[in-house]
DNA sequence: GTCTATACTAAGATAGAC
DNA sequence: GTCTATCTTAGTATAGAC
């Protein structure tokens, strides 16, 4: 008995995996249940015996998703700063991001929006990604150490919008972009901004800034979790 | 003869604004012809006459949308430094995008996307928009003005990606926010980022960052474009 | 539990009457 | 040139055999 249950889950996983994969490289619409079964090697029947509907299958790939988020942003802060709590939310929204998720989570139109709006399990969890979300750029403004004219909510859904932007290259370009430098430039911007001031007004801020564009490279990835 | 001429250029503009408002508020895949014919209030037959096919509209509204964005690049520079300029494309895509357009531009899968590098009307003009704005970064980098790690594609992807931010801000929440302050927090962040140095360590700095982030806020809306 | 075959629906596109 | 009615395709979902 309890083998069926383990070669189940199993195929359960590979069913997820499978989809996850397909979600990722052709988005939503594009991606039939058809397809999944066919890449699986499984019918459709069977397919949707584990997963009543196309919603409940990309629904688990959701709260799979921001669970991963919440872990990290309900996980002690150390003494780390909000700006680089947010820096490693991006950075682990910028790596596990699939391409077809993020960009409708973002439009406030599109299939995967109105799902998560309308699944408690993946509202409440994104609603609660939102919430904390917000909650550490207000800390962030607070201590000074974020802009205080950015609203939150802006922000936080520019993180949504950002963790595209790296896949976007990775998929335009062969390997000449590695998707660890696209992820880097992505937080970094996020961080500071394009804009850089023409020249390092202390040597204060040379450090903290990082006067070598390398150092500091390596350090955005490092706050960020980037490999 | 000349009459009737100009009532069919005026019946496809009116169906172009809808398409457009439709298409930005529920997106490509959720957007049929037969509510586009609907709302003009024509049948589905005679929307066809106007538009051989779905991806002709969609195509018409995305050319429209990439020659305002390459006539400001292609505006003379008067002066302005390339990280201005780019702060004035971002606004400008701001304040037009199209939520169902942008994400999905964004995004390397996707039926816009797909749309867009199959039809060489588009295709061209989006080529160009990406090949003006990188070697704009590459001219600030050049000129010290943008940060030297950032890479150049992503920075592009960046924008396309910020562009949506705004819109989706809008659409949550009621008028708390309107869409000005919405796009002016977008730009911001693209220039500065969110990270906010503890004091402001020269009055040099002072005047150029803005200290009262009023100011600072009308300069960047100034810069955008943004009413 | 897994497959084959099929029902049902929605959307893009077209034919033919007027 | 516009409409009504219809075709085609594709995708979700299910029934029934094994």
Redesign the pocket.
């Known amino acids: 008995m309890r083998f ?1 249950e383990r ?2 889950l199993a ?1 359960e996983q590979e069913i997820v995996s499978v989809a996850r994969q397909l979600l990722a490289s052709k988005g939503y619409h ?6 999944v ?1 066919e890449t699986v ?6 397919l ?3 997963f ?5 299958l990309v629904g688990r790939l959701i709260v799979e998703h921001l669970d991963r988020l919440l872990a990290l942003l309900d996980s002690p802060a150390d003494g780390a700063a909000p700006v680089e709590r947010l820096a490693a939310a991006l950075g682990l929204m910028v790596t596990v991001h699939t391409r077809g998720i993020g960009p409708e989570l973002d439009t406030n139109a599109g299939a995967i929006r109105a799902l998560v709006l309308d699944r408690p399990a993946c509202r409440e969890r994104y609603e609660r990604v939102v919430t904390r979300l917000a909650a550490l750029v207000a800390e962030g403004q607070a201590a000074g150490a974020i802009h205080p004219g950015l609203a939150a909510p802006v922000v936080v859904q520019a993180m949504f919008a950002l963790s595209c932007a790296a896949g976007v290259v990775r998929g335009q370009r062969g390997d000449a972009l590695d998707s660890a430098t696209a992820g880097e430039s992505v937080v970094r911007l996020f961080l500071d901004g394009v804009r850089r001031l023409p020249q390092p007004p202390s040597t204060f801020l040379r450090a903290e800034r990082g006067s070598r564009e390398g150092e500091a490279g390596a350090t955005i990835a490092k706050t960020a979790g980037l490999s």
Chains 1, 2 share one sequence.
Do not use: L, N, V
């Not at 009543?52 to 409940?56: A, E, T």
């Open positions: 069926h070669q189940r195929r594009d991606t039939s249940m058809e397809q079964a090697g499984i019918s459709k029947a069977t949707y015996q584990h009543p509907s196309k919603d409940d």
